[in-house]
């Protein structure tokens, strides 16, 4: 133990720190704390302090995994259903006082009205309160609230901000009745207790309300207890501050890989917009079921516990302690009696039935089916096969290595052809700004190449991904915010037409133009990976719009494509060219992105076919699917769990740092 000390006492010396420091001492004096070490300026650390509020402290409560099962799961599921079935069996003594609905829409004129819910109950035995708000009800409000993550905040009293829409749909509640029952409700049991908790939505909502009637005046926090899951950030650092010093009851539970708890992501634009999660979370990695572990974390909003995370999924968002917070759907044989029953005609094509005005069910493949779990309302989704054969053995060896060459430098990128296709060569390297307009992010750079094979007659435009934090800021503000018109042929986003111009008039048409003239003849290959898929799909697009190619001529294959333009230039897309493949890999989050949030349908944006799903590692001889469908519920778009790490790689291969090893043959 002595040479412990010794140790780090020599070791604080050597390197100038304040070891002695406790966390906040230590970020007052400027420096910044470090979570593994547990030392003040630690020269060398992973995991940083730079903010009081993530200074590790143990709560001043306990947390019970047997209540938050048998009470605080059951009252949360109470606030998301209707009066009868929120008197449940699970808490006998417990009796709902009032459920409140109001209208808490988003005051866009073109959005359908949207509702909010809550309930409160009294236990006379237990003399506790329960004020229990309802979940994101419907994909229209889970669209506002997105929107919401990039448009506005509200002052808090005088305690931070938190997010417009969550302060809104509060105050609709409050003043449609909220506000009278609980004042009635402390009128009636001055010395109860109140419990506040929440699931998803109504989490934030719980966080606000808790706070809302202490800064009203109506309760004092010592009697108030906290108990969220599933809560996305809901204010900013000066509200999360706040919230944890004045509460000493309050718990956030995460469920393993939740994605919600990431939203919105901490992107480090600007400091000032971050937003923060209060103490104290509860983290569970794993299913939650009865008798699971979890860890209680020190700190509040950091690279630690959930944040560590970088798979994320839907799924464990609507499972908590081991329960589907969803309902159950019918399945497909209980569609397939119902259908016959109600007569459907089966013998339209999908096209026909579309056309005919009623809908196509890709589960039966049967028109208008009463109940079906996947309608087809727009031909783009009408299930076709490809008119060009997949090869997943020349994606490997061939596509893969193009899309890697981009990624890298000239020199580099040779040594990407050298390895893996000795005929290509590197013809021309492209690199402009591409930069959003916005005054306050660093500039920023797209990139792409161009090769020729003169042996087997093909050129090449390999198109760059995303290269840096910034400039994925940059794309995630962009999906809403603006679109700009494809030639006649719809709407592309407004960040990958500017990108694509910018390269286009930095060297690429001059380029192209110089090739045609050499090569007449000669296959365009176009790829690339994330950004780089977008731009490779715009490109495609724009070499036959500007008629320097036939659409017969060009192959497209895109890895990780975020959806790229609305549901004009998809179907256009699509119907132009015969080899066009999207290859996406198991839950990849990116091909989900934007989400199809359907506020207004033409807001929509779509992908063109065909997309080529791998449900696995994507090692040689995995298997894959060829999709019939182009972009609804079907192949990838029926994952729930979403993940960063099945973007990064592809065909079994990390694509980090991929191109800039010169893209090593596989053995």
Request: charged share 15%; aromatic share 12%.
């Amino acid at each position: 133990m002595m040479k412990n000390l010794q140790f780090l006492v020599l070791f604080g010396l050597l390197a100038g720190t304040q070891c002695l420091l406790s966390c906040e001492q230590c970020l007052s004096s400027g420096n910044h704390y470090c979570a593994d070490t547990k030392l003040c300026n630690t020269p060398v650390c992973v995991n940083t302090i730079t903010v009081a509020l993530n200074c590790p402290r143990k709560s001043n409560a306990t947390y019970d995994d047997h209540e938050a099962r048998t009470k605080w799961l059951p009252l949360f599921g109470a606030g998301a259903t209707s009066e009868k079935m929120a008197q449940n069996n699970n808490w006998p003594t417990m009796k709902l006082s009032k459920r409140i609905l109001v209208d808490c829409s988003d005051p866009s004129p073109v959005l359908p009205t949207t509702q909010c819910a809550m309930i409160t109950a009294v236990d006379t035995t237990q003399r506790i309160l329960v004020m229990s708000f309802r979940a994101t009800y419907g994909n229209t409000q889970l669209g506002e609230e997105v929107l919401n993550y990039f448009v506005g905040k509200k002052q808090f009293f005088d305690v931070g901000m938190i997010f417009e829409f969550f302060y809104d749909a509060y105050v609709a509640l409050w003043r449609g009745g909220l506000e009278q029952e609980i004042r009635n409700l402390k009128y009636k049991y001055p010395d109860y207790e109140v419990w506040v908790t929440g699931h998803s939505l109504g989490a934030a909502l719980a966080s606000v309300g808790a706070s809302w009637v202490v800064k009203s005046g109506i309760f004092t926090p010592d009697k108030v207890k906290v108990f969220t899951a599933g809560q996305p950030r809901t204010g900013d650092y000066n509200y999360a501050m706040w919230h944890q010093n004045t509460f000493a009851y309050s718990f956030r539970v995460v469920h393993h890989h939740d994605i919600v708890p990431h939203v919105p992501f901490q992107y480090e634009v600007v400091d000032h917009d971050k937003m923060y999660h209060h103490r104290t979370e509860v983290w569970y990695n794993n299913d939650m079921s009865v008798g699971s572990t979890y860890q209680i974390c020190p700190e509040a909003d950091g690279l630690y516990c959930v944040n560590q995370q970088v798979d994320l999924s839907w799924n464990d968002h609507t499972h908590y302690y081991n329960t589907d917070l969803n309902v159950i759907m019918l399945k497909s044989l209980v569609i397939l009696s119902v259908c016959v029953l109600a007569v459907c005609q089966a013998l339209q094509s999908c096209e026909d039935c579309l056309k005919s005005g009623n809908h196509f069910c890709a589960d039966t493949k049967l028109c208008n089916s009463p109940v079906c779990l996947n309608s087809i309302t727009h031909i783009i989704n009408c299930p076709r096969a490809p008119n060009a054969t997949y090869d997943d053995n020349e994606a490997r060896t061939k596509w893969l290595p193009l899309f890697g060459a981009s990624a890298t430098g000239p020199v580099q990128a040779q040594k990407c052809f050298d390895n893996n296709w000795p005929t290509m060569k590197l013809s021309k390297h492209i690199l402009v700004n591409c930069s959003d307009p916005s005054p306050i992010l660093p500039l920023t750079t797209c990139a792409m190449l161009t090769a020729v094979d003169t042996t087997q007659k093909v050129l090449v435009m390999s198109f760059r991904a995303t290269n840096t934090g910034t400039q994925l800021d940059e794309e995630i503000l962009n999906y809403f915010v603006a679109k700009k018109p494809f030639f006649d042929s719809g709407y592309i986003f407004e960040f990958f037409y500017d990108a694509y111009v910018a390269l286009w008039k930095g060297g690429l048409e001059q380029e192209m133009r110089n090739l045609k003239y050499k090569y007449p003849d000669y296959e365009v290959w176009v790829t690339g990976h994330s950004l780089g898929a977008a731009l490779a799909s715009v490109g495609a697009s724009w070499v036959v719009k500007a008629g320097l190619f036939k659409p017969d001529s060009i192959k497209l294959l895109t890895a990780g494509q975020p959806r790229t333009g609305d549901y004009a230039y998809s179907l256009w897309h699509q119907n132009t060219f015969p080899y066009s493949f999207r290859v996406v890999h198991a839950h990849d989050i990116v091909p989900h992105v934007p989400f199809q949030y359907e506020l207004v349908d033409h807001d929509k944006m779509y992908h063109h076919r065909t997309e080529i799903w791998y449900n696995n590692d994507m090692s040689v001889g995995s298997t894959y699917h060829v999709c019939q469908e182009a972009d609804g519920f079907y192949c990838s778009s029926q994952n729930a769990d979403l993940s960063w790490n099945d973007h990064t790689h592809y065909f079994n291969t990390d694509l980090d740092g991929y191109g800039n090893q010169g893209c090593p043959k596989k053995q």
